[in-house]
């Protein structure tokens, strides 16, 4: 009896995450597009049949940054990117910007395959098709091989997991988003168990998956891990096995080094030895499943609200964005980079007055 009652149980959270998808795709249609992303259609060498979508501002530096988005499921790269207004950072601070997505021939809720062996091994499947986009990128653009991002929600954040177990040495730091840890699952049943009652595991069990992946030997990418604490799709505690997963990777303790809350905003963090920020989690409280977002007026308004893009005062995307290293924090991170006419326009200023006050200790000017 028991065990028809725990696949009665599994069979309604199935039903009900399906519902729950329905609705987010007639809220929020995958077709969805303001023209802000450009398709790339021949990469290279596609295995995981996946559409590759770029952003590069035009006032792109030399040897920029990249940071790879993936959204979530019954989203599109267009859809996610408006919400979480990524391009809107890129186009404020210089770094492009490269948007995977899923094609409904390959899953009907657009969801990348996190969970299937065939699409989490390195060079192989979803995650092989990335890593060439991510050449592309690097090959086209010039991009500083050194400052390599990649962060996701959902799906996306899980596959983001998958990016950073299979090619370590891609990337400088990752976030996840209401995502999963590596390994969690091998098929949608595990999936969604995973999903609805979190996949227990040591420390040392997460990070052999981990090391197994690539490899790579080190050093590791750093990690920002956001969840809400009444996530319903994803269990919150995928959040606290994600952090045992990567704390082990870094030979870092399970303890926080430091943690402060501020309102329903936790925050906890690890450093290492030498006192880098290696591994940082992010839990807010009420938050169901979704990225968060501010619609608060200033610098941390970034993005918009809709289906799994949620309103709870505080910018994932702008914190992200700080984690990264890509935007300053403070005055500088509100004001972003001056245009061009500007910065020359104070070179000209501090120079008049340079002339004007040798001028007037010269006694040729009052």
């Known amino acids: 009896m028991t065990g028809l009652s725990k696949i009665i149980t599994e069979l309604a959270h199935y039903r009900k995450v399906a519902r729950t998808l329905r609705i987010a795709s007639m809220r929020g249609p995958a077709d969805f597009d303001d023209g802000r992303l450009v398709e790339i259609a021949d990469f290279g060498p596609n295995p995981g049949n996946l559409r590759m979508f770029v952003h590069a501002p035009e006032q792109l530096g030399p040897k920029p940054a990249l940071v790879v988005v993936l959204h979530g499921c019954t989203q599109s790269a267009q859809a996610y990117d408006h919400g979480s207004g990524w391009s809107t950072l890129a186009d404020a601070h210089g770094f492009a910007l490269l948007y995977p997505e899923q094609k409904g021939a390959n899953n009907a809720n657009t969801c990348f395959s996190w969970f299937d062996p065939a699409h989490t091994v390195r060079d192989r499947g979803e995650a092989g098709s990335i890593r060439n986009m991510i050449e592309r990128m690097a090959v086209d653009l010039d991009i500083d091989r050194d400052r390599v991002f990649v ?5 996306g954040g899980a596959m ?15 976030a996840v988003i209401a995502g999963l840890p590596y390994g969690s699952a091998r098929n949608v049943h595990e999936a ?83 006192g880098e920020l290696r591994i940082e989690e992010h839990l807010i409280a009420g938050m169901n499943h979704g990225t968060p977002l501010s619609s608060a007026e200033g610098v941390d308004r970034v993005g918009a609200p809709g289906p799994f893009m949620l309103d709870v005062g505080v910018s994932s995307t702008l914190e992200i964005a700080r984690f990264f290293g890509l935007v300053a924090t403070g005055a500088a991170a509100a004001q972003g980079p001056k245009p061009l006419v500007e910065e020359i326009q104070t070179v000209v200023t501090s120079v008049e007055k340079t002339i004007a006050e040798a001028l007037r200790k010269a006694g040729l000017r009052r």
Not at 151 to 155: D, K, P, R, V
Not at 218 to 223: A, R, T, V
């Open 151 to 155: 962060t996701g929600l959902s799906a």
């Open 160 to 174: 983001t997991n998958v990016m950073l177990a299979t090619y370590p040495e891609v990337f400088a730091a990752g």
């Open 192 to 274: 969604f168990r995973s999903m609805f009652s979190g996949a227990s595991r040591s420390g040392p069990e997460w990070g052999a998956l981990v090391r197994a992946a690539s490899p790579h030997e080190g050093p590791w990418p750093k990690l920002s891990i956001w969840h809400g604490d009444v996530d319903s799709t994803v269990v919150p505690s995928n959040a606290q096995e994600i952090v045992k997963q990567w704390t082990d990777v870094h030979l870092l303790p399970i303890h926080a080094t430091a943690q402060e809350t501020h309102g329903g905003h936790h925050l906890r963090q690890w450093r290492d030895r030498v």
